[in-house]
């Protein structure tokens, strides 16, 4: 005998699996991407620094995705540049992780 609690609870059981299954997928591409944009600002502060105010883009791949990236850099006042990397999803399009910040002048 299904009692109408039970014939509710389904729905909402799976709702929350299915859920769960797409949060933790959606935190595993943050991470890879979060480390794209490590590894440019690593990259920034030893052998590709910025020179200028100016807008670069690349692609990478990490584990086995294709990420794209664009990075714009700007003059601040002393010896810093701020910049902004956006990491995206080659596949998908979106815009995973947006990492700003700044950087000293070399």
Same mark, same amino acid.
């Given at each position: 005998?299904?009692? @109408?609690?039970?014939?509710? *609870?389904l729905p909402?059981l799976?709702?929350?699996? !299915?859920?769960? &299954?797409?949060s !933790?997928y959606?935190? &595993?591409d943050?991470v890879?991407?979060?480390?794209? *944009? %490590? %590894?440019?600002v690593?990259l920034?502060?030893?052998i590709?620094?910025?020179?200028?105010d100016r807008q670069?883009? #690349?692609?990478?791949?990490?584990?086995g995705? =294709?990420?794209?990236w +664009? +990075?714009?850099? !700007?003059k601040?006042? @002393? =010896?810093?540049f #701020?910049? !902004?990397i956006a990491?995206? %999803?080659k +596949?998908?399009q979106?815009?995973?992780?947006i990492? +700003?910040g700044y950087?000293a002048?070399?």
């Amino acid at each position: 005998l299904v009692t @109408g609690f039970q014939t509710c *609870a389904l729905p909402i059981l799976y709702q929350f699996i !299915s859920s769960t &299954h797409l949060s !933790s997928y959606q935190l &595993h591409d943050r991470v890879i991407a979060r480390e794209v *944009a %490590n %590894n440019r600002v690593a990259l920034m502060q030893t052998i590709d620094p910025p020179l200028a105010d100016r807008q670069r883009s #690349g692609q990478v791949t990490m584990n086995g995705k =294709d990420w794209l990236w +664009e +990075e714009t850099t !700007s003059k601040t006042t @002393g =010896d810093l540049f #701020g910049f !902004s990397i956006a990491v995206i %999803n080659k +596949e998908t399009q979106q815009t995973v992780f947006i990492r +700003e910040g700044y950087i000293a002048k070399q």
